[in-house]
């Protein structure tokens, strides 16, 4: 067995732990200097690797490959010709020029059992450096002590994130991905890293990124565990409606919690139109609609799309700049092609039938579209499209997932082959 590739996690590594770096050196140039190094070796590395050997290998074949690349190609196409900020712009820039490189990496750690140990240790060390930097945050808001979040950041406990819906969204896809593929980590490991897992999202308090969460963790549970999952979001759910009954305390950290835990309350009286973030959300995916006809190329500028949305009426001011989906800011800044490249991605790569039962590649397809509308804006977190990608490897990573309903477990189909080779011409 050989070892999984060294340029491959660390690359990985460098791409999760971007974020986490800025957070707690306060440092950002060293960070977005130690992932431009990684780009530019692991990149030169599959090259030359590539050369010598006349073969490279991915997962998917072609078909997948391909539309990781269309969209790759169009993202990096209109960030470059975009005129506006130059900050901005890197951001958006890359995510997409790391696509292919994220995908490869991935593919070869899900080569080994070895490969997909390092990804599943590197993901629990990540999100124990989250909740770690989250408590420093809660710590300084609270007491005065701890970790700021900087100036860049929102008055909210963001972790490393500038949001903590980034933050959770993040979070949320990892732990999908973690709990399909590492059944066969110790029963330490797992627990420290759920244990992380709802610490960070009962923190940060998305109601989308815990309803994932849960969902996710209910369909791998038999009756006997369902039934206790079913208990503690009673007691949850009591403890949420018993926390909406408190008056606002005038601390804006703690106050941004009571708000969510009291429109859980309000939600469950008045229905979705009572919440604020939900409705503002919802006139933005009624006013996308009603645009689509007048999509065609989009409008090529990052966060300026007044073209379509001009003459909305939105509550919350902005959504006409974030338009809080990704599918829907694909649309106003790339247009159709943007929306066509996206559409295929999500088809080729979370639908192919080595993702598993029909009931699994929906599940996958579904998480995926939520937690992209979690954010104010999806594109521009390289860690976030890591997580989007390591969903499509579910079937390459052939983890020994027993899920009550999807049928045998994936660990009496281990012998099939999950990479295949291509021959580069």
């Known amino acids: 067995m050989r070892h999984a590739p060294r340029s491959a996690w660390l690359f990985i590594a460098i791409v999760l732990f971007h974020a986490p770096t800025i957070a707690l050196s306060g440092v950002a140039?060293?960070?977005?200097?130690?992932?431009?190094?990684?780009?530019?070796?692991?990149?030169?590395?599959?090259?030359?690797?590539?050369?010598?050997?006349?073969?490279?290998?991915?997962?998917?074949?072609?078909?997948?490959?391909?539309?990781?690349?269309?969209?790759?190609?169009?993202?990096?196409?209109?960030?470059?010709?975009?005129?506006?900020?130059?900050?901005?712009?890197?951001?958006?820039?890359?995510?997409?020029?790391?696509?292919?490189?994220?995908?490869?990496?991935?593919s070869e750690l899900a080569t080994t059992a070895n490969g997909r140990r390092v990804m599943s240790r590197l993901l629990l060390l990540y999100v124990l450096v989250e909740l770690f930097i989250v408590l420093l945050q809660a710590a300084y808001f609270l007491v005065g002590v701890g970790l700021p979040p900087g100036e860049l950041y929102e008055s909210m406990i963001p972790g490393s994130q500038f949001n903590g819906n980034n933050l959770a969204t993040i979070v949320v896809l990892l732990s999908i991905f973690y709990n399909a593929t590492s059944d066969d980590a110790l029963r330490v490991e797992r627990f420290l890293f759920h244990v992380a897992v709802i610490s960070i999202l009962v923190i940060m308090f998305s109601r989308l990124a815990l309803l994932l969460y849960t969902a996710d963790r209910l369909r791998t549970m038999n009756w006997r565990q369902t039934a206790r999952i079913g208990a503690t979001l009673l007691a949850l759910a009591a403890a949420s409606f018993a926390i909406s009954q408190i008056d606002y305390t005038g601390n804006a950290t703690i106050d941004a919690s009571l708000y969510k835990a009291k429109s859980l309350a309000t939600i469950a009286e008045m229905g979705f139109d009572a919440d604020s973030s939900t409705s503002s959300r919802s006139q933005s995916y009624?006013?996308?609609?009603?645009?689509?006809?007048?999509?065609?190329?989009?409008?090529?500028?990052?966060?300026?799309?007044?073209?379509?949305?001009?003459?909305?009426?939105?509550?919350d001011g902005a959504l006409y700049v974030n338009p809080h989906s990704m599918v829907i800011e694909f649309g106003y800044w790339m247009g159709w092609p943007g929306l066509l490249a996206l559409g295929s991605f999500m088809?080729?790569?979370?639908?192919?039938?080595s993702q598993g039962s029909w009931a699994q590649r929906t599940f996958i397809l579904l998480t995926v579209l939520i937690a992209s509308s979690i954010p104010s804006s999806a594109i521009p977190l390289p860690s976030l499209w890591l997580g989007l990608l390591l969903l499509g490897m579910l079937g390459a990573f052939d983890p020994p997932l027993h899920v009550n309903t999807l049928g045998p477990s994936r660990a009496d189909h281990r012998v099939r082959p999950t990479i295949q080779s291509m021959q580069v011409r």
């Open 347 to 353: 088809l080729v790569v979370y639908l192919r039938p």
């Open 286 to 315: 009624r006013h996308f609609i009603e645009q689509l006809g007048q999509l065609g190329m989009g409008s090529a500028a990052i966060l300026n799309y007044a073209m379509f949305t001009s003459n909305a009426l939105f509550d």
């Open 29 to 106: 140039a060293l960070a977005h200097a130690l992932l431009g190094l990684a780009l530019l070796l692991y990149g030169g590395a599959l090259v030359l690797r590539a050369l010598m050997t006349g073969r490279v290998a991915w997962v998917g074949g072609l078909p997948t490959f391909a539309a990781v690349w269309l969209l790759c190609g169009l993202g990096v196409l209109y960030a470059l010709v975009d005129s506006g900020n130059f900050v901005v712009k890197m951001k958006f820039l890359a995510p997409f020029a790391m696509l292919p490189l994220m995908w490869a990496a991935c």
